[in-house]
């Protein structure tokens, strides 16, 4: 039976991933030598995984056949959730890379092969059609082994020799199973190297020995420890070989952005260092999902979410700080869910967008379902935090708004903010996300705190990814407080 926290992970999970219109999700998953022979063994592991997950563009590498490819078409994707369609699979020489999408939002252009010295990397283009942008995505699946380093190197040669060759603001990104140990690698440097227009970003950043148990969080292989006889590989989680890599243009906001603090390892909860996905307990999934996980591939998949742009409005200056994050001069950053309500009972829901707050607290969020000139609440969620409103609604001119929670007690709603240092924040401790502080909160944090919980999890109300005795002291003062989420009348 899932646990109350399970059941709120896996539900913010899903909701992330449909999000505000314009908003969508690409991932990529190596799918360990798919054949249509896996229907009995596999699909429903990748059944269960995609009713949780359903990414508008998928790309996979390891497959096998088109037969394979039609095959987890029909038998997953569409039996999960209708409306998607595979783009034209080349058979090249060992395994080969796919891609599937959501045919109500894009249509498929083209795939080019980029011929290497074992394995094509392939070019996919898709046109998105609200707005006709294009998109275009390498899929690769790099030599393996560690010591095969300047093979790698020559793959991404010839990538970047058609890269190089884009306009400077062209939309692309690369993604799959590049099979880089650290970020001292050449074939990474290369595709780091911005001394020629085709250069691609790391969104996370990284540098260092990935395989370290500092990069637990970002550990996409192997999924499982020992062997289970499906040629997979073993040894637990210890390598960061699944990525997506961006365009300079995707990073910078215009036609299609990608969203900060979107990026994420399905099923990585950063604390299997070394260890299978599905050993109790994952706190990031449930154990349905981990086992799934664990059965369906040696590795996990890996998305991230980008915005489309069509018409939007845009809260360009947002500020908000939380409390514990914030230590009265800096804030740990974090991600927080914005909606816009109605400003007249019951207060419906228009949109909702996440954005990534920095250590000032600050952000900006786009919304593809509001207008210009229309009140609206401003409603903030937080994974441990009390929801809270603006104090009155507020309306978009020329396509923008700024609002700032930490100027007074008076820009929340009933004045329900606290005075920390000289900054107003929003309250912690609802950990159930309920709308109040209570003993409830209180003893998932003890639970927590007894079994050394750690992690991007609910329980951590000071960023530290602990659960330690100050998580509950935030808990406790505000339970004793009586504070809770104040909403106007009539929601």
Not at 436 to 442: A, C, G, P
Request: charged share 15%; aromatic share 14%; glycine share 8%.
């Amino acid at each position: 039976m899932k646990t109350l926290l399970q059941i709120l992970i896996t539900s913010f999970i899903f909701i992330s991933l449909s999000f505000a219109q314009g908003q969508h999700t690409i991932m990529t998953y190596n799918m360990l030598n798919f054949t249509l022979g896996d229907t009995a063994a596999r699909n429903p592991h990748f059944r269960t995984i995609f009713s949780n997950l359903q990414p508008d563009i998928l790309v996979c590498q390891e497959m096998t056949s088109q037969t394979g490819v039609n095959g987890f078409l029909i038998r997953v994707l569409n039996r999960v959730s209708s409306g998607y369609a595979a783009g034209a699979f080349i058979n090249g020489f060992d395994t080969d890379n796919a891609i599937y999408y959501k045919s109500s939002l894009f249509t498929f252009l083209s795939n080019t092969p980029i011929q290497t010295a074992l394995r094509d990397i392939n070019e996919f283009k898709l046109r998105y059609t609200s707005t006709g942008d294009t998109l275009i995505i390498y899929s690769v699946h790099l030599k393996a082994n560690e010591e095969d380093s300047l093979l790698r190197a020559a793959e991404v040669d010839s990538m970047r020799k058609k890269t190089n060759l884009l306009f400077t603001n062209s939309n692309f990104i690369v993604v799959g199973d590049f099979n880089i140990y650290d970020s001292y690698e050449t074939a990474f440097k290369k595709l780091l190297n911005q001394s020629q227009p085709g250069y691609f970003i790391d969104p996370l950043n990284l540098n260092g020995d990935w395989g370290l148990g500092s990069f637990a969080p970002y550990h996409t292989q192997a999924t499982r420890t020992r062997d289970i006889g499906d040629g997979g590989s073993t040894g637990g989680l210890d390598d960061r070989f699944d990525m997506m890599l961006m365009s300079q243009a995707i990073i910078n906001s215009g036609d299609i952005t990608y969203i900060p603090a979107s990026y994420t390892e399905y099923g990585n909860d950063g604390n299997h260092f070394n260890d299978s996905i599905n050993k109790p307990p994952n706190g990031v999934v449930s154990q349905q999902i981990a086992d799934a996980l664990y059965y369906a591939s040696d590795h996990l998949p890996v998305y991230a979410s980008f915005s489309f742009d069509a018409e939007y409005v845009e809260i360009t200056s947002f500020t908000a700080l939380i409390e514990g994050f914030y230590n009265g001069s800096i804030m740990k950053p974090d991600t927080i869910t914005v909606e816009l309500r109605n400003f007249f009972a019951p207060f419906s829901l228009v949109d909702r967008a996440k954005t990534f707050l920095n250590a000032s607290g600050q952000g900006s969020i786009k919304f593809y379902d509001a207008e210009n000139g229309v009140p609206y609440y401003i409603v903030i969620k937080h994974r441990n935090a009390v929801e809270t409103w603006s104090a009155s609604p507020q309306s978009f001119t020329a396509s923008e708004l700024t609002y700032d929670f930490t100027t007074g007690s008076n820009k929340a709603y009933g004045n329900n903010l606290k005075l920390v240092g000289t900054k107003w924040c929003i309250y912690g401790g609802d950990v159930n996300q309920d709308g109040f502080v209570t003993t409830t909160d209180l003893n998932i944090v003890f639970t927590g705190n007894v079994n050394g919980a750690s992690g991007y999890i609910s329980t951590d109300l000071n960023g530290d990814s602990f659960t330690e005795i100050e998580d509950l002291n935030i808990v406790f003062k505000n339970n004793i407080l009586g504070i809770e989420s104040i909403r106007p009348p009539g929601f």
